[in-house]
């Protein structure tokens, strides 16, 4: 169960009182609260309950009314129910490569669907999961015609998560209103520093000393969405821009691994243009 709403005394009390007058067994609870006038208050609980998947209607009609007295937000997830992955890549693939071996030696809990990708080059990769691999070739002036056609193979497998294992496109807007929070970007930089194409090359002329990346959700600002998962690694002036790219190129991959576990673990709430993360 997530929640978020405001802050305000009684709200783990009523929580807890409720899953215990269902027969419900907390095993973990997390919570954390924004210290302002206008303060929010979030909040992460695991629990267990003997046939959850025939109750779990009747159980969010009864929670209905503690979460109106407190003007909350919430949803609950069933573990069972596992989230339905899209895997989208173009040419480089040391971060799909990561998430295929993790979900193949079920570290990460979800069901990879498909892969689609601008590109043939990551088709002989792909083959031996037996998933199905969608080329869809993307340019700006077809953009939105290969959106609708991505939409398409997506709502045929009622996905419900995007993973931009290094697609190197723009989204357009069309799809980011379909799955809002719901696509996971890696941004080959430590944003807010060097946002765009090409940061590897502009930290090394920059000098710089650290070298990152980012994984965020993705939204119409290009590289401006809440931000899941960050990383650096040390570098000096030894250090050459093919030395960045590989360097960074490890540090990518586990960043986005990360943030996707989270993710498909219903571990990250969405406030405004923040996430809060809560430990597994």
Sequence with gaps: MLISCPDRVGIIAAVSEFLHKHGANIIHSDQHAIEREDGIFFMRITFQLDDLEEKQVFLCDQFQQVAEKFAMEWKISLSSQKKKVALFVSKYDHCLQELLWRWRIGEL???????????????????????????????????????????????????????????????????????????????????????????????????????????????????????????VHRVSHRHRPEDLIRIGSEVERIVLARAVKWHVNDQVLVHGNKTIVFPG
């Design 109 to 231: 809990d979800a069901e990879i669907k498909m892969v689609i990708s601008n590109h043939m080059d990551c088709q002989p990769l792909v083959e031996p999961y037996g998933l199905p691999y969608y080329h869809i070739p993307v340019t700006k002036e077809i953009r939105e015609e290969a959106a609708l056609e991505q939409l398409k193979y997506l709502k045929k497998e009622e996905i419900d998560t995007i993973i931009l294992a290094r697609y190197m496109q723009i989204i357009p807007k069309r799809m980011i209103d379909v799955f809002p929070n719901q696509i996971i970007n890696i941004h080959h930089s430590f944003l807010p520093a060097f946002v765009g194409a090409n940061p590897y090359e502009r930290a090394f002329e920059r000098g710089v000393k650290l070298i990152g990346a980012t994984a965020h959700y993705v939204t119409e600002e290009l590289d401006e969405g809440p931000i899941i998962e960050q990383d």
